[in-house]
């Protein structure tokens, strides 16, 4: 299994070729990236083999917020009936030549470091994904995220839930 490294993306990072099999998340890294990055729309990691510069995955963190009524009752106690605050995970994609590699889970749990320190500094109280189908949502749903109620791939995981499972998750 390859050493990955996770960086924040930079002009040294080759992107040309990666493919995950997903066209609107290729052409995301392809075209749209930079303008997202210059505009602070949302910061992307990157996963490269130890010593390489060419992208094998990658994720996209952003803020955003989920409205108080498409909260699971479950979810949604002791909460101000306002939009909760949430780190939004884009984007999480792994190219096609290091699909089944373990490197979803790696990327999955580097974002889940990165959201766990940012209550020091900005109020969130939960991480939020869109699914983009339903092998998507499986995954994701692997991890804890449970389903919103206003669409099935609109994914929500509480941080006191990545807290508690913090040491699983990362071992």
């Known amino acids: 299994m390859p050493e990955w490294s996770i960086e924040r993306l930079s002009s040294t990072h080759t992107r040309e070729r990666f493919t995950c099999g997903k ?4 052409v995301f890294l392809h075209t749209l990236v930079t303008q997202y990055e210059k505009r602070g729309l949302g910061r992307t990691y990157v996963a490269v083999k130890a010593g390489e510069k060419e992208i094998q995955g990658y994720y996209t963190l952003a803020s955003g917020s989920v409205s108080f009524q498409n909260l699971p009752l479950a979810k949604s106690k002791k909460l101000p009936r306002h939009p909760v605050p949430v780190a939004l995970l884009g984007r999480l994609a792994v190219s096609k030549t290091s699909q089944g590699t373990g490197l979803g889970k790696v990327l999955l749990q580097d974002a889940f470091i990165r959201c766990v320190e940012l209550p ?10 869109f699914a983009l189908d339903e092998a998507a ?22 941080l006191k839930t990545i807290r508690d499972a913090f040491g699983s998750w990362l071992s």
């Open 137 to 158: 949502k499986e995954f994701y749903m692997k991890f804890g995220f449970t389903p919103l109620l206003d669409n099935d791939l609109h994914l929500f995981l509480p």
């Open 23 to 26: 066209t609107s998340l290729d």
């Open 120 to 129: 020091k500094s900005l109020g969130i109280h939960a991480v939020e994904v």
